[in-house]
């Protein structure tokens, strides 16, 4: 084995500490929601949908970064859970909007109310300064993956 192959252990790389953190934050979120039976891909759905940053499933897929065959997915099953409803666009019945249902409606401001617990529970742990580099520096990672979405913070 060389020695640059024995740089590259796991622990070293900052690809593996960053899905570690995203998947104890979504893990915590997953369990601090599971009284209402929603996992953190459906949040991002619902949430999507609830502030009016997509409609179709191909607009959601692109917001929240995921494949559009996931989309389908979490549509069915958050549409199983009484949570949203597909509609056909009038203009194109083709063209399929994601709704949410009232009792989607009456979820998402609790839902809010807990993403926001469990953000804060790990990002309060940085000072102000801190959290501005932090959030600096995931805007610049970003921008390396030519994706030029901006962190709000």
């Known amino acids: ?7 590259m252990d ?14 104890q934050m979504q893990e915590a979120f997953n369990g601090a929601v599971a009284e209402h039976g929603v996992s953190w891909a459906q949040w991002m ?11 179709t499933p191909a607009q959601i897929a692109q917001h ?10 979490l549509v069915d099953r958050l549409e199983a859970k009484g949570l ?9 019945r083709r063209s399929i909007n994601i709704e949410l249902t009232t009792r989607g409606k009456n979820l998402v401001p609790k839902l809010i109310t807990t993403a926001k617990q469990n953000e804060e529970r790990f990002i309060s742990v940085l000072g102000e300064s801190e959290k501005s ?19 709000f913070h």
Do not use: C, Q
């Not at 929240?64 to 997915?73: E, L, M």
């Open 64 to 73: 929240i970064g995921v494949d559009r065959s996931a989309i389908t997915r």
């Open 133 to 151: 580099n932090f959030f600096r520096g995931l805007s610049r990672l970003l921008s390396a993956t030519g994706n030029n979405e901006t962190p």
């Open 1 to 7: 084995m060389s020695s640059d192959s024995k740089d």
């Open 45 to 55: 759905v619902l949430n999507a949908v609830y502030f009016d940053r997509a409609k």
């Open 84 to 92: 949203v409803a597909r509609s056909r666009e009038n203009a194109d």
């Open 10 to 23: 796991l622990h070293s790389s900052s690809i593996y500490w960053l899905g570690r953190l995203a998947t």
